[in-house]
């Protein structure tokens, strides 16, 4: 059974975790470093406000290893605010956070009227799929092996590059999306 982690210190965390049991996974959060101990499969990232969450991450001493676990190649799956902490680049922030995904993304970019809505589009080669936007950033810019899995008004709206997939939108809010994160080389497959 797959073993799904939660970053579980603030946001839409238990959203994510019914969504990966929802799939039949097994799911733990991680609140402490004690919690990194536990055999993970993938690291799952969920919604809420990016800043709190890296501050929070560097507060409980979480944050060094799950950049370091992330950047060895743990199959990682993040929405919105977990897609801001892995960006590169993030737009008028002096320094990104993980900064390990190489794309730029710009927070709250669709503004406060249009902040949070629903379109359907296709994923991933799968059309019909439900997109749930809420106050989610926008994907600026992407280095060119970085693979565009759906796009929104000409932007990228969700990538896979190496053992990361991220989402501006939120999957876990609108089944049945079912993305089986790719996993690095060597990383033994999921
Ligand atoms: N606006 C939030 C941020 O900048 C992200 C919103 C979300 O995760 N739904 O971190």
Same mark, same amino acid.
């Given at each position: 059974? !797959?073993?799904?982690?939660?970053?579980?210190?603030?946001?839409?965390?238990?959203?994510?975790?019914?969504? %990966?049991?929802?799939?039949?996974?097994?799911?733990?959060?991680?609140? +402490?470093?004690?919690?990194?101990?536990?055999?993970?499969?993938?690291?799952?990232?969920?919604?809420? $406000?990016?800043?709190?969450?890296?501050? &929070?991450?560097?507060?409980?001493?979480? *944050?060094?290893?799950?950049?370091? !676990?992330?950047?060895?190649?743990?199959?990682? *799956?993040?929405?919105?605010?977990?897609?801001? &902490?892995?960006? +590169?680049?993030? $737009?008028?922030?002096? !320094?990104? %956070?993980?900064?390990?995904?190489?794309?730029? @993304?710009?927070?709250?970019?669709?503004?406060?009227? &249009?902040?949070?809505?629903?379109?359907?589009?296709?994923?991933?080669?799968?059309?019909? /799929?439900?997109?749930? *936007?809420?106050?989610?950033?926008?994907?600026?810019?992407?280095?060119?092996?970085?693979? @565009? &899995?759906? /796009?929104?008004?000409?932007?990228?709206?969700?990538? +896979?590059?190496?053992?990361?997939?991220?989402? /501006? %939108?939120?999957?876990?809010?609108?089944?049945?999306? !079912?993305?089986?994160? +790719?996993?690095?080389?060597?990383?033994?497959?999921?």
């Amino acid at each position: 059974m !797959r073993r799904v982690g939660v970053l579980s210190v603030q946001g839409a965390f238990a959203e994510m975790a019914a969504h %990966w049991r929802a799939q039949g996974a097994a799911t733990f959060e991680i609140r +402490r470093r004690a919690d990194l101990a536990r055999p993970m499969d993938l690291l799952a990232l969920p919604g809420g $406000e990016s800043t709190v969450q890296g501050r &929070l991450l560097k507060d409980l001493g979480l *944050f060094d290893p799950l950049r370091r !676990r992330i950047a060895e190649g743990l199959p990682t *799956f993040a929405t919105c605010a977990g897609l801001i &902490l892995l960006a +590169r680049t993030v $737009e008028g922030a002096a !320094r990104p %956070w993980f900064g390990l995904l190489p794309v730029t @993304v710009r927070r709250n970019a669709y503004g406060r009227q &249009l902040g949070s809505f629903t379109t359907v589009g296709t994923w991933d080669g799968r059309p019909g /799929t439900r997109m749930v *936007f809420i106050r989610a950033p926008s994907i600026t810019a992407a280095d060119a092996d970085v693979d @565009v &899995l759906s /796009t929104f008004d000409g932007r990228p709206t969700s990538v +896979r590059w190496r053992n990361i997939t991220a989402f /501006t %939108w939120h999957p876990e809010l609108a089944p049945p999306v !079912r993305p089986a994160p +790719r996993p690095v080389a060597g990383t033994g497959g999921m």
